[in-house]
Structures are given as C-alpha cells and as structure tokens.
C-alpha cells in the first residue's frame, strides 16, 4: 500500500491502516488526523507550535489579576460579581475553590437535566456548603427536555450531548442577564480540553440544527428551554455585555492532577470515573454509544491533552486505554437506566442505537444565518468605532 503525504509532509487517516501516534495515544479513529515520517501526529506539532505563541508565565499571572481586578469592580455593591457553573467535576469545582482564594463572589449556578450521578451531588454541596457560596440550581423542564433528548437519538446523529451542553450555557447566560451579572466564569481550559478532533462532536450553538431535528422528531412544544443560538448569544454579549472568562488559562500553576489532589484533600471531594462522567448521561454516552456506534474513544484525546501538558507519561494513557471505558456491568445497568428513563422500550432503544448514522448537516444548520451575522457586525464596526473616538 502506498501512503500519499501532503504538501507539509504529513499523511492522511483516511490512506492508512491502523496507526496510533508515537507522541500522543491520538490514532486513525479520527479521519483528520496526519503523521509524519517518524510517526508523530499533527496534534502534536499543532501543541509545540501553540506554545511558542501563549503568553509567558508572568504575563498570565498580570491578566488573571487585571481580570479579577475588573470583575470586583463591576460587581461592586452587588450580592455577587461572577456567575460559576458547577458540575461537581475536577475543573469546576477548583474553580469554587479558585474563585475563593481571589475573593471573588460567585453566584453558583447547577444544572439539573435529571441525569445527575449522586457522587456530584454530594461534590456541589460539599464545595457549596465548605466556602459558604450561593447555590441557585437551573432545572430543566423535564418533559420538553427529554423529549429533545428522545429526538436526538431518533435523528441518529454524533453529538448526543449537544441538547445538555447548549441548554447548559443558555441557562448560564439566562441567569446572568436576569440578575445583570457580567461575567460567566469559565471551566473550558487549554490543559485539558484543547484536544478534541472536529469530526467527533457537533456545533453545541447551532440552534437552527437542533430545532431542525426537534422538530422532525420531537413532539413536546419547545417553549421552556433556555436556547442559545447565535442572535441570543449576540444579544448576551453585545447588548447586556455579558462576558465568558476562562479563568484557569490564566492560572500557570494548574494542573488536573495537582487539583484534584487538593479538593479531596480540603473539600471532601469524591472521584466519580472518567472526564465529564459525573453525569449519567454522559458516562453512558462518551463510554458506551460512541465507541459501539461511532467508533470513537473520547479517552485518547483527553488522555492525549494530559500527555501534551505533562501530566501523565504516553505509558500511563496506554495502560488506562487497555481498560474498559468503565465497568462493563455498569454500562448494562446505565443501557437500561437510560432507555427507560428516557421513555424506549428496549426493543426500540437496540433499534436507534443501532441504526445507520446521520450528519448533523442532513438535517440543516445555521450557516446562513452566521453569515447574515457576520454581515451586519461588519457593516457596524466602522459605526462603533466612530462611536468610541467621540467617546474618548
């Protein structure tokens, strides 16, 4: 077989046989993914790059004070100057904790979409209850939501998850404008979510998609649920001028394993399996349905980032891939758990798990509507920077 390479030396997935990188545990699973001559991927020579152009040590501790600085500011003389999303997981309950020691006051915000695993729960209160925070928790309308749920699975589409991760941040930025809060504080990190291949999820704000496949395949009205697409968003962040701060990117010292360690240590925290299994949901969906229907084991690229930080060493990551996603009784448990509570008879649950995939895209996206965006803040960018020099 002969192996064609691009103009950058690099090889295809898709002329490949099997192959897993030499650096990383990325390998052929994603179609994207490219090797050079000695076998590394391009996920690595894209980190080595990326590191030479982030700001220095000292530059990142300057802005995370700058940025707090800001945000105490403009919180002044209200009850709270943050919003936190906590989902009893590693990063964002460091967060709490983080948030704590810069003597920020965040009003934390839990999303309940009724697949919360037990040992989270016990993680939030015990943040909530150790730093003294307010808890405000966002439940979803039960019926609406399932029903979105029930529509994803029908439409047989990747990203299961986008109906939990768009309602998510709706729910954050809802809650945010209704108490003028202006800043969202951010668990999204570089550390260890900056991997994740392009063909293994799904747009999370298209919401021309996700009311495309609602309303092919759901049957409850969609009223209730706190949608995000990208004239709400516009309206959030241009209008209200509510904005999402990373705020651990700006943290040199962070490291999953170091944080972990710590809140364990101080808060009682309990570990609950894989990356984002504090949700039932998800623990079933990133450890069973995707590798059984898409192929795709979510753990390589987490595991990947974890190399490419220096946290782990490519040994430990292949040794952890050697391992079921999670225990195999559990996921028969989860299997029939999730029919159920989402409303599948068995019979009906094995026949949309098993039926052929659809892309997103089948099903329409808003793709003229983002240009119809980009458009018009084109055409008022002169007018806005008009305005700011008669300001200055």
Same mark, same amino acid.
């Given at each position: 077989?002969?192996?064609?390479?691009?103009?950058?030396?690099?090889?295809?997935?898709?002329? =490949?046989?099997?192959?897993?990188?030499?650096?990383?545990?990325?390998?052929?699973?994603?179609?994207?993914?490219?090797?050079?001559?000695?076998?590394?991927?391009?996920?690595?020579?894209?980190?080595?790059?990326?590191?030479?152009?982030?700001?220095?040590?000292?530059?990142?501790?300057?802005?995370?004070?700058?940025?707090?600085?800001?945000?105490?500011?403009?919180?002044? @003389?209200?009850?709270?100057?943050?919003? =936190?999303? =906590?989902?009893?997981?590693?990063?964002?309950?460091?967060?709490?904790?983080?948030?704590?020691?810069?003597?920020?006051?965040?009003?934390?915000?839990?999303?309940?979409?009724?697949?919360?695993?037990?040992?989270?729960?016990?993680?939030?209160?015990?943040?909530?209850?150790?730093?003294?925070?307010?808890?405000?928790?966002?439940?979803?309308?039960?019926?609406?939501?399932?029903?979105?749920?029930?529509?994803?699975?029908?439409?047989?589409?990747?990203?299961?998850?986008?109906?939990?991760?768009?309602?998510?941040?709706?729910?954050?930025?809802?809650?945010?404008?209704?108490?003028?809060?202006?800043?969202?504080?951010?668990?999204?990190?570089?550390?260890?979510?900056?991997?994740?291949?392009?063909?293994?999820?799904?747009?999370?704000?298209?919401?021309?998609?996700?009311?495309?496949?609602?309303?092919?395949?759901?049957?409850?009205?969609?009223?209730?649920?706190?949608?995000?697409?990208?004239?709400?968003?516009?309206?959030?962040?241009?209008?209200?001028?509510?904005?999402?701060?990373?705020?651990?990117?700006?943290?040199?010292?962070?490291?999953?394993?170091?944080?972990?360690?710590?809140?364990?240590?101080?808060? @009682?925290?309990?570990?609950?399996?894989?990356?984002?299994?504090?949700?039932?949901?998800?623990?079933?969906?990133?450890?069973?349905?995707?590798?059984?229907?898409?192929?795709?084991?979510?753990?390589?690229?987490?595991?990947?980032?974890?190399? =490419?930080?220096?946290?782990?060493?490519?040994?430990?990551?292949?040794?952890?891939?050697?391992?079921?996603?999670?225990?195999?009784?559990?996921?028969?448990?989860?299997?029939?758990?999730?029919?159920?509570?989402?409303?599948?008879?068995?019979?009906?649950?094995?026949?949309?798990?098993?039926?052929?995939?659809?892309?997103?895209?089948?099903?329409?996206?808003?793709?003229?509507?983002?240009?119809?965006?980009?458009?018009?803040?084109?055409?008022?960018?002169?007018?806005?920077?008009?305005?700011?020099?008669?300001?200055?």
């Amino acid at each position: 077989m002969t192996i064609m390479a691009d103009a950058t030396g690099q090889t295809g997935a898709a002329n =490949l046989r099997h192959q897993v990188c030499t650096k990383t545990v990325m390998d052929t699973s994603d179609p994207d993914i490219t090797f050079d001559g000695n076998g590394v991927c391009n996920y690595w020579h894209e980190w080595q790059a990326l590191q030479k152009t982030l700001p220095t040590v000292e530059e990142r501790r300057a802005k995370l004070a700058a940025t707090v600085a800001e945000i105490k500011l403009r919180g002044a @003389g209200r009850p709270h100057d943050c919003i =936190l999303g =906590l989902s009893g997981g590693v990063d964002s309950s460091y967060l709490a904790h983080l948030c704590n020691e810069l003597g920020l006051r965040p009003l934390v915000i839990h999303f309940d979409n009724g697949w919360n695993n037990e040992l989270a729960v016990s993680n939030i209160e015990q943040m909530v209850t150790k730093l003294g925070l307010d808890l405000h928790t966002f439940v979803m309308d039960w019926p609406e939501f399932r029903d979105l749920q029930r529509a994803y699975f029908k439409a047989s589409v990747l990203d299961l998850e986008v109906p939990t991760d768009h309602m998510i941040f709706g729910a954050l930025y809802k809650v945010a404008a209704k108490r003028d809060i202006k800043y969202i504080i951010s668990g999204n990190n570089m550390a260890t979510e900056w991997l994740l291949p392009r063909k293994w999820y799904y747009s999370k704000f298209d919401l021309a998609n996700l009311k495309a496949i609602h309303k092919r395949f759901g049957n409850e009205p969609f009223k209730k649920l706190p949608a995000l697409g990208i004239w709400q968003s516009a309206g959030y962040t241009l209008l209200r001028g509510i904005t999402d701060v990373k705020l651990l990117d700006m943290v040199p010292e962070y490291r999953k394993t170091d944080a972990k360690r710590l809140l364990i240590e101080q808060y @009682g925290w309990r570990e609950y399996g894989g990356k984002h299994y504090e949700s039932i949901f998800t623990r079933f969906f990133q450890g069973y349905i995707l590798p059984r229907k898409f192929g795709i084991d979510k753990r390589k690229a987490h595991l990947s980032n974890l190399i =490419l930080s220096g946290e782990i060493t490519r040994e430990q990551a292949l040794a952890e891939l050697q391992q079921p996603t999670y225990d195999e009784r559990l996921q028969q448990q989860d299997k029939i758990y999730v029919a159920k509570k989402l409303g599948f008879t068995d019979a009906e649950f094995e026949a949309v798990l098993s039926a052929p995939n659809v892309a997103h895209e089948t099903y329409g996206t808003d793709k003229e509507e983002r240009a119809r965006y980009f458009k018009m803040m084109a055409a008022i960018k002169p007018v806005t920077r008009i305005v700011k020099r008669m300001k200055g």
